[in-house]
């Protein structure tokens, strides 16, 4: 006797001549062998994948739908975009480092990264970690990519990529028990997206089974620069997985090259993929504490405007360590999955040669550069003409107002170089020329003492906080758009070739009450010019 088909299911059966055809309610509808979309009479849907069977052979939909409603845990993506990448110094600066700026293509790496995953039923919404100075231009770049993320998560204070995914984690077992998180930093690049996809959905399986997967890459050099995978035996049951046999910390060059004969190793991309809930179990094993200061600065976590702030008491008493040292390096659960998808994880001027398009000379030209008689090269300017004559296999960037020389050899050397600006009080290594808040950016044109000229950009509808400054005077001529100004008890507006004057100790504003940018030059005098001579009165963006 047929099996009485279960409340609320549409009646229906299936045949397959010449691909897959169907009958709802009477009304036969032929489709192709797409995945296609079937509902219950509730309205709930489910993804059928395309199945040909012998002609005249029929099923139910119920019988269907018995098969597909076990669902796949949903992935959640993890993004962290902290970190300074300071061996791209001067192009990568403490406040707005390497994961904020367009190196391979018209895109940052940050808006990269977060489209990889724009399915939604493939992925939920991306969590994104950084540190206070950047939430504004993260919240920025991925709504200029029309992304909105689950949550903008902020650390107090940078503790390495353990404690961020114990506290995305955290966030994703509150309503996702079974959810899987893929934690992967901001500033890779992958020019192969398909075979991350793939290689996400082989690890995914395994990771549902309680796996904690890590990803290797093929390597096509002997790269001493990146950790190494050694690869295990294959896990039954589960294509494309393998044990991992052991972590391997950057090698010596004669052992990169054994490894790369071997054809035994891939390269550690830090990219992991396993279940939010496995993840905190092995974590409560290994580093019970940070956990339990990870569970309390996210009890304690404060929404601030789009943000989530963590505790920052809680937060600080982590003592900071990588995924891989906490639990990958430690776990019985271990597994990695291999790879090739052109990647990169952008961590010198040489990768970004290597990643350039050359000339015939092997040369990577960027921005405003001309080379003579140079070979294997990479020559990059953010401004000024940038010239080199006469050399070979030389890294030469220019910006507005730092300029590196080195050669390719030593790239890895620049974070060295970095340190020592900072000990000598250099700016140059924490801010750029032009610096981003969230109401537009600013630019430094020219100073001395007693006074300072700035370039300053308002977005449309934006407005800087109502503020007063201690030791400095200011001038504001507009160059171009509308201006409304708030300068103590008035209120009123100016235009183009038009200026005000601002009073030490004057309550003012600059509001861009137009749908253009408002251009403005700004110059300050007085004893004291610093950015920290603000006293903000008001401020749309919750900033004290």
């Keep these: 006797m047929p099996r009485k088909p279960r409340e609320g299911l549409k009646k229906a059966t299936f045949g397959c001549p010449g691909g897959l055809a169907f009958t709802r309610n009477g009304h036969r509808t032929r489709c192709d062998t797409d995945a296609t979309l079937y509902e219950l009479a509730s309205g709930r849907r489910f993804r059928w994948v395309a199945m040909r069977r012998p002609t005249g052979h029929s099923f139910s939909v119920e019988s269907h739908i018995a098969m597909n409603t076990h669902r796949a845990p949903r992935i959640h993506p993890v993004i962290l975009a902290g970190g300074t990448g300071s061996r791209l110094w001067p192009l990568s600066r403490v406040l707005y480092p390497k994961q904020f700026l367009p190196l391979d293509g018209e895109r940052t790496m940050l808006q990269e990264t977060a489209l990889r995953f724009r399915d939604a039923e493939a992925f939920a919404p991306p969590i994104a970690l950084c540190n206070d100075d950047h939430r504004f231009i993260v919240a920025e770049q991925l709504r200029a990519v029309d992304l909105k993320p689950d949550a903008i998560i902020l650390e107090p204070a940078a503790r390495s990529t353990a404690p961020a995914a114990a506290v995305a984690a955290l966030r994703v077992v509150e309503h996702d ?65 393998f044990e991992v046999a052991k972590f391997v910390e950057k090698p010596t060059l004669p052992t990169a090259k054994r490894f790369l004969a071997s054809g035994e190793y891939t390269w550690n991309s830090g990219i992991f993929l396993f279940g939010a809930k496995t993840f905190l179990d092995e974590l409560e094993r290994f580093e019970p504490d940070m956990l339990g200061a990870c569970r309390e600065a996210t009890a304690a976590a404060k929404h601030d405007l789009d943000f989530l702030r963590l505790d920052a008491d809680a937060f600080g008493r982590i003592k900071g360590n990588s ?22 994880d952008v961590g010198s001027w040489t990768a970004l040669w290597e990643l350039g398009k050359h000339d015939r000379e092997g040369n990577v030209h960027v921005g405003n550069v001309h080379t003579q008689d140079v070979s294997n090269s990479y020559v990059r300017s953010e401004g000024p003409l940038l010239t080199v004559v006469g050399l070979s296999d030389v890294v030469a960037v220019a910006t507005g107002d730092a300029i590196l020389v080195t050669s390719r ?45 700035k370039r300053i950009i308002v977005k449309p509808g934006q407005k800087l906080s109502l503020q007063k400054h201690a030791h400095r005077a200011e001038h504001w001529v507009v160059v171009k758009g509308t201006a409304r100004i708030t300068r103590d008890n008035q209120v009123f507006e100016l235009f183009a070739n038009q200026s005000t004057y601002i009073p030490l100790g004057a309550v003012h504003r600059l509001e861009n009450p137009g749908n253009r940018p408002l251009h403005l030059i700004e110059v300050q005098s007085g004893d004291y010019l610093g950015e920290d001579d603000i006293v903000r009165l008001e401020d749309t963006y919750g900033r004290n």
């Design 177 to 241: 028990p079974q959810g899987l998180i893929l934690v992967l930093p901001a500033d890779h690049v992958i020019r192969k997206p398909q075979a991350f996809t793939a290689a996400v959905a082989r690890a995914a399986k395994a990771a549902a089974a309680g796996k904690l997967v890590t990803f290797g890459i093929k390597p096509s050099a002997p790269e001493t620069g990146y950790g190494y995978i050694k690869q295990g035996e294959a896990i039954a049951g589960h294509k494309g997985v």
């Design 323 to 344: 995924i891989d040292y906490a639990v990958m390096e430690r776990t019985d659960r271990g597994a990695m999955v291999p790879v090739e998808m052109a990647w990169s």
């Design 409 to 453: 050899d030593l790239c890895q050397e620049v974070k060295t170089l970095v340190v020592e600006l900072d000990k000598k009080g250099r700016p140059e290594t924490k801010t750029h020329p032009t610096v981003y808040r969230p109401w537009g950016s600013y630019q430094s044109i020219d100073g001395a003492d007693g006074f300072q000229v």
